[in-house]
């Protein structure tokens, strides 16, 4: 409590209070005065851009890795042997234990225009739509530099573990006796799936949407490594306080995910998603 209090809490409190002031355009200097005039520079077209496309990309990504992760956490509940339960712990966990920054330029490596994609692509030749989805040629002469489809690929690679594990928790909790008491009421399979499985596992998605939508909204180094030239919320606040030194702006973009995700905290809390965890 005393970590959470004065270590967490408190660094948050700094940065609201950051957020307050200004930098003067003229000396560099932060302003140590209350102010509103950043925030005002915040509602700026660019800025809200930004905040939008970040988000944006977050749901996108929370969606997606839902769709992807529950097929294999019922599989993993319901189905599966403890042999093989374990086998896919082991491959789910597996890309955890290597480095963050080692996937990252993993995936940078496979969708670039001289990545495996492209070589599989050339070498069946075939005229794929995947050049253009995946790379953006002609941006600072780099053939590295991924669309935004490219970034929320990755996005959904990196993240995927951290929505499976909460859903399969969750479904492991779902009564066994609850299924079969539908389906002795003459439910078919998909009715108590939609009306007892699902409801009843919801709060394991809600749960591991958290951690997806979250981490999402503030990662900076794939959209830096892997993205183009439109920045997501962590490159802003990056290069506000690091290139510009503009402390009170980027302070005021951290604002923005911390408001989001307490509302969306909020909302999971109601759904019973902390249950879940």
């Not at 939008?52 to 839902?66: C, E, G, H, L, W």
Request: net charge positive; aromatic share 12%; charged share 10%.
């Amino acid at each position: 409590m005393l970590y959470m209090g004065v270590v967490y809490l408190g660094s948050l409190f700094a940065l609201l209070l950051n957020s307050f002031f200004r930098l003067d355009g003229f000396t560099g200097q932060v302003v140590h005065k209350f102010t509103l005039a950043t925030y005002a520079q915040l509602l700026q077209r660019a800025n809200l851009d930004i905040i939008a496309r970040t988000t944006t990309m977050a749901t996108a990504v929370t969606i997606a890795d839902a769709l992807l992760a529950f097929p294999l956490a019922y599989y993993m509940a319901k189905f599966a042997s403890p042999r093989i339960k374990t086998v896919l712990y082991l491959g789910v966990m597996l890309p955890l234990w290597s480095s963050y920054l080692v996937r990252v330029y993993a995936w940078k490596l496979i969708l670039a225009k001289e990545g495996i994609v492209s070589w599989f692509v050339n070498l069946l030749h075939l005229n794929s739509p995947l050049d253009w989805l995946l790379s953006l040629p002609g941006i600072g002469g780099s053939s590295l530099a991924l669309s935004p489809i490219g970034v929320f690929i990755v996005f959904c690679y990196i993240w995927l573990p951290y929505m499976i594990l909460p859903i399969q928790a969750a479904l492991e909790r779902v009564p066994r006796s609850f299924e079969e008491a539908s389906s002795d009421l003459g439910a078919k399979p998909s009715e108590t799936f939609r009306h007892v499985t699902l409801p009843l596992a919801l709060p394991g998605v809600v749960a591991g949407s958290i951690f997806t939508f979250s981490l999402t909204l503030g990662d900076f180094i794939v959209p830096l490594s892997l993205g183009n030239s439109k920045f997501f919320i962590g490159q802003a606040v990056y290069s506000h306080q690091g290139t510009s030194g503009n402390i009170p702006l980027a302070a005021a973009f951290t604002m923005g995910p911390v408001i989001i995700m307490i509302i969306y905290l909020l909302v999971a809390r109601k759904l019973g998603a902390f249950d879940a965890l």
